[in-house]
C-alpha cells in the first residue's frame, strides 16, 4: 500500500494554481507510526516517542506559526471506523484546519521555525491525506 506523507510535486502544483485570495479548509487525516522515525542525530531521536507524541511535538512547535499566519482549527475527531471506502483505511485522527487563504498557508510552510518544527510531523506519520476544500456554508441539509 503506498503511503503518503509529503505531497507530490504534480498536487502541490495544482495547489499552488488555485486561487491564492480566498478562504480555505485543509482535511488532514493522520495515521501515526508506532514508534516515531526520527532522522539519525536529531534531538529527539532516541528518545523512544510513539507517532502520536511525535505529532503532538509537532503541534506545539509549528502552532505560533499556524495561529500568526491566520490559522484556526475548525474540526477535530478521533478515527472510529470506515462506514465508506477501503477496510484499510484507517486513520488515527482528523481535523480541518481554516487559513484566511491560501498566501497564509504559504507563508507557514515557508517559515524557518516551521520547516524545523516539520521533522515531527514526518516523523510522527506511517500515512496521511491533505486536501483543499473551499469552505461551504453549513446547516441542516446536505
Known sequence: ????????????????????????????LLRYRDQA?????????????????AYQEYGKTSGPI???????????GAFQTM???????????????QYPNADAFF??????????AVVNRTAALADSRLMRFEPGEGGAGF
Open 83 to 97: 462506514v465508506t471506502g477501503p477496510d484499510t483505511q484507517r486513520w488515527h485522527d482528523g481535523f480541518v484546519a
Open 1 to 28: 500500500m503506498t503511503q503518503y506523507i509529503d505531497p507530490s510535486p504534480a498536487n502541490f502544483a495544482r495547489f499552488k494554481d488555485l486561487p491564492r485570495d480566498q478562504p480555505i479548509h485543509m482535511l488532514n
Open 37 to 53: 522515525a526520527y532522522p539519525e542525530g536529531h534531538g529527539h531521536a532516541g528518545k523512544g516517542w510513539s507517532g502520536q507524541r
Open 66 to 76: 499556524f495561529r500568526r499566519v491566520g490559522g484556526s482549527i475548525v474540526w477535530r
Open 107 to 116: 507563508e507557514m510552510i515557508k517559515d524557518a521555525n516551521y520547516q524545523q
